[in-house]
Protein backbone atom coordinates (compact mmCIF):
# COMPACT_ATOMS: atom_id res chain seq x y z
CA UNK A 1 0.00 0.00 0.00
CA UNK A 2 1.36 3.38 -1.44
CA UNK A 3 -0.24 7.06 -0.15
CA UNK A 4 1.59 10.04 -2.11
CA UNK A 5 0.23 12.93 -0.79
CA UNK A 6 0.89 16.58 -2.49
CA UNK A 7 -0.63 19.73 -2.84
CA UNK A 8 0.34 21.77 0.49
CA UNK A 9 1.89 25.12 0.30
CA UNK A 10 2.29 28.59 1.68
CA UNK A 11 -1.25 30.06 2.00
CA UNK A 12 -2.80 33.34 3.22
CA UNK A 13 -5.59 33.86 5.90
CA UNK A 14 -8.67 33.20 3.95
CA UNK A 15 -7.12 31.44 0.80
CA UNK A 16 -7.74 28.00 -0.55
CA UNK A 17 -5.59 25.11 -1.64
CA UNK A 18 -6.31 21.77 -2.52
CA UNK A 19 -5.23 18.58 -1.39
CA UNK A 20 -4.12 15.32 -3.14
CA UNK A 21 -3.60 11.64 -2.21
CA UNK A 22 -2.87 8.73 -5.22
CA UNK A 23 -3.18 5.51 -3.71
CA UNK A 24 -1.90 2.40 -4.54
CA UNK A 25 -1.32 -1.32 -4.09
CA UNK A 26 -4.94 -1.75 -3.33
CA UNK A 27 -8.40 -1.60 -4.34
CA UNK A 28 -9.06 1.85 -3.65
CA UNK A 29 -12.87 1.43 -4.25
CA UNK A 30 -13.77 -1.02 -1.60
CA UNK A 31 -12.00 1.22 0.75
CA UNK A 32 -13.03 3.98 2.76
CA UNK A 33 -10.49 7.54 2.87
CA UNK A 34 -9.24 9.83 5.48
CA UNK A 35 -7.57 12.92 6.05
CA UNK A 36 -5.62 13.80 9.27
CA UNK A 37 -3.59 16.40 10.25
CA UNK A 38 -1.11 17.21 13.20
CA UNK A 39 0.18 20.55 13.99
CA UNK A 40 3.36 20.93 16.19
CA UNK A 41 2.87 19.60 19.38
CA UNK A 42 -0.65 18.80 19.26
CA UNK A 43 -1.77 15.26 18.27
CA UNK A 44 -2.87 13.84 15.25
CA UNK A 45 -6.58 14.43 14.37
CA UNK A 46 -8.90 13.41 11.93
CA UNK A 47 -10.18 16.34 9.67
CA UNK A 48 -12.80 14.57 7.12
CA UNK A 49 -13.62 11.14 5.80
CA UNK A 50 -15.25 9.54 2.69
CA UNK A 51 -16.73 6.69 2.25
CA UNK A 52 -15.72 4.07 -0.19
CA UNK A 53 -18.69 5.18 -2.87
CA UNK A 54 -18.00 8.42 -1.46
CA UNK A 55 -21.64 8.69 -0.80
CA UNK A 56 -21.43 9.82 2.72
CA UNK A 57 -18.74 12.40 4.20
CA UNK A 58 -18.02 13.44 7.61
CA UNK A 59 -15.83 16.37 9.14
CA UNK A 60 -14.68 17.79 12.54
CA UNK A 61 -16.47 20.73 13.69
CA UNK A 62 -13.57 22.65 12.92
CA UNK A 63 -13.62 22.36 9.55
CA UNK A 64 -17.13 22.15 8.25
CA UNK A 65 -18.39 24.39 5.77
CA UNK A 66 -14.60 25.17 4.85
CA UNK A 67 -13.35 22.05 3.58
CA UNK A 68 -14.67 19.36 1.52
CA UNK A 69 -13.58 15.97 0.57
CA UNK A 70 -14.19 13.70 -2.41
CA UNK A 71 -13.14 10.81 -4.29
CA UNK A 72 -12.16 10.10 -7.78
CA UNK A 73 -12.31 6.05 -7.76
CA UNK A 74 -10.87 5.89 -11.47
CA UNK A 75 -8.11 7.53 -10.60
CA UNK A 76 -7.66 6.16 -6.85
CA UNK A 77 -6.95 9.79 -5.76
CA UNK A 78 -8.77 11.25 -3.01
CA UNK A 79 -8.60 15.22 -2.71
CA UNK A 80 -9.29 17.92 -0.19
CA UNK A 81 -10.10 21.26 -0.64
CA UNK A 82 -9.68 23.96 1.39
CA UNK A 83 -11.16 26.98 1.66
CA UNK A 84 -11.43 30.10 3.45
CA UNK A 85 -8.23 28.90 5.34
CA UNK A 86 -6.92 30.04 8.64
CA UNK A 87 -3.98 30.15 10.81
CA UNK A 88 -5.12 27.33 12.97
CA UNK A 89 -5.11 25.17 10.15
CA UNK A 90 -1.46 24.77 9.82
CA UNK A 91 -0.28 21.50 10.35
CA UNK A 92 1.08 18.53 8.30
CA UNK A 93 -1.61 17.34 6.28
CA UNK A 94 -1.82 13.38 6.21
CA UNK A 95 -3.84 10.81 3.77
CA UNK A 96 -5.00 7.71 5.65
CA UNK A 97 -6.26 4.27 4.51
CA UNK A 98 -7.27 1.78 6.93
CA UNK A 99 -6.25 -1.37 4.71
CA UNK A 100 -7.22 -5.51 6.46
CA UNK A 101 -6.96 -3.73 9.72
CA UNK A 102 -3.68 -2.23 9.17
CA UNK A 103 -3.70 1.83 9.38
CA UNK A 104 -1.37 3.33 6.13
CA UNK A 105 -0.20 6.58 6.37
CA UNK A 106 1.43 9.07 3.38
CA UNK A 107 4.52 10.88 3.86
CA UNK A 108 2.52 14.06 5.03
CA UNK A 109 2.46 17.75 3.70
CA UNK A 110 3.07 20.40 5.13
CA UNK A 111 0.16 23.24 4.97
CA UNK A 112 0.88 26.82 6.34
CA UNK A 113 -1.59 29.20 6.50
CA UNK A 114 0.09 32.78 7.53
CA UNK A 115 0.24 36.19 6.12
Known amino acids: VQLVESGGGLVQPGGSLRLSCTAS????????MSWYRQAPGKERELVAA????????DYADSVKGRFTISRDNAQNTVYLQMDSLKPEDTAVYYC?????????WGQGTQVTVSS
Open 96 to 104: NADVYSVRY
Open 25 to 32: GFTFRRYA
Open 50 to 57: IASAGGRT
